[in-house]
């Protein structure tokens, strides 16, 4: 659908940082209390993947906004009005997104719309932002319509994907952390469930990067073949220039 030996390569990169995040942050897990005795806590949450200051979340800010970065791409390219309505929306909410993801909007709502903090069985802030995230999809569905059928799908599959990291392994481990012990062997797996929420959002994310790239290659914005070429010439051209330049 949206691979190609590009696409692929850059799938596996970073899909491959993926992989050595989530094993830095499973790591520290195992005996969190000395490897932060040791080293300070300061410098261990930077492999922890639920701290804002972690490299597992600059990361994840990185692939949102290499995604919004190639959707401007996109929107530059196109021709018409619609095409560039388009591509600039989808842009938009993927930096927000990005956004929202180092600074955690979502988890100032609660207090923001003065609800009770505690109440429910699951985070609180779900309630608005799956409420904010649905109105943003009505919103976004129509203006999305210009797009090529194998993009939307290709960013519907992503969309799946980071939701359920988002969203629902976020109110499952809400619900343990709400109603049980703390002795609990699902509730001491926190860790482990937190894993699988970022690498499931940052999966979405580089699905996300590989629609979008498998179409701006298609559609001939990105031609890593064209650059190559240019590269060569250049290269030659500057090592005929020098000959000349000594005699």
């Not at 390569?9 to 993926?18: D, G, I, K, Q």
């Not at 499973?26 to 300061?42: A, I, K, M, N, P």
């Not at 979008?212 to 030659?236: F, M, N, P, Y």
Request: net charge neutral; proline share 4%.
């Amino acid at each position: 659908m949206f691979w190609s030996p590009l696409t692929r390569r850059v799938a596996f990169w970073l899909t491959w940082f993926t992989v050595v995040v989530g094993i830095g942050h499973l790591f520290l897990h195992v005996d969190q209390t000395s490897l932060e005795d040791r080293f300070g806590v300061h410098y261990t949450r930077w492999l922890d993947m639920n701290a804002e200051q972690s490299v597992a979340t600059w990361f994840n800010v990185g692939l949102l906004q290499l995604a919004a970065g190639l959707a401007v791409l996109g929107a530059i390219a196109v021709a018409t009005r619609r095409e560039r309505i388009a591509w600039s929306a989808l842009a938009i909410a993927i930096f927000l997104l990005s956004l929202d993801e180092k600074i955690s909007i979502h988890e100032a709502l609660p207090s923001l719309l003065g609800m009770d903090q505690g109440d429910l069985i699951t985070h609180e802030w779900l309630i608005p932002g799956v409420a904010i995230a649905l109105a943003a999809l009505a919103v976004l569905v129509p203006l999305l319509r210009p797009l090529p059928r194998p993009l939307i799908l290709g960013l519907l599959i992503a969309m799946v994907v980071y939701g359920t990291g988002a969203v629902g392994v976020e109110l499952v481990s809400g619900v343990m952390v709400r109603t049980l012990e703390i002795e609990h062997p699902l509730r001491q797996l926190m860790p482990v469930w937190e894993w699988i929420e970022e690498s499931l959002e940052m999966l979405g994310c580089i699905l996300a990067i590989t629609a979008l790239l498998r179409h701006l290659e298609r559609s001939g914005v990105v031609d890593v073949a064209r650059w190559r070429r240019l590269a060569t010439a250049g290269s030659k051209a500057k090592r005929l220039k020098q000959p000349a330049q000594s005699t």
